[in-house]
């Protein structure tokens, strides 16, 4: 069974960056599509089909952003394969709420959608103020 965990969220000043990490434990292989996802803090109760796309990263390496984050934020993974990291530069405060991280095996494009992605961190919090 997969296991992610989250950390490095906390608070932090607009225009500021971040780092998160998620620890993967359980992966198979490498043949997984991993991604972080975003719930507002209104939407917090919406459940894993509120949570909006940030980054994905597939099993070769390629990434899609988020057109919000583009060019700010920066996905990337250990060459193990079983940290995924989330560099986050020029920090709005629309980027203040839960930062998931995702994963499913996959050997084609990663999804889009959160609904594919069958293991979930619990979230690490970002709080981002002006």
């Known amino acids: 069974q997969v296991q992610l965990v989250e950390s490095g969220g906390g608070s932090m000043q607009a225009g500021g960056s971040a780092r998160l990490s998620c620890a993967a434990s359980?992966?198979?292989?490498?043949?997984?599509?991993m991604a972080w996802f975003f719930q507002s803090p209104g939407e917090e109760r919406d459940g894993v089909a509120a949570?909006?796309?940030?980054?994905?990263?597939?099993?070769?390496?390629?990434?899609t952003y988020f057109d919000s984050v583009r060019g700010r934020f920066t996905i990337s993974k250990d060459t193990s394969g079983n940290t995924l990291n989330l560099e986050m530069t020029l920090l709005k405060p629309e980027d203040t709420g839960l930062y998931y991280c995702?994963?499913?095996?996959?050997?084609?494009?990663?999804?889009?959608?959160?609904?594919?992605?069958?293991?979930w961190g619990r979230g690490t919090r970002v709080t981002v103020s002006s």
């Open positions: 995702a994963a499913v095996r996959r050997f084609f494009e990663c999804p889009i959608r959160p609904e594919p992605f069958d293991s």
């Open positions: 949570r909006r796309r940030v980054a994905t990263i597939d099993r070769l390496g390629r990434t």
């Open positions: 359980g992966l198979l292989d490498d043949g997984y599509c």
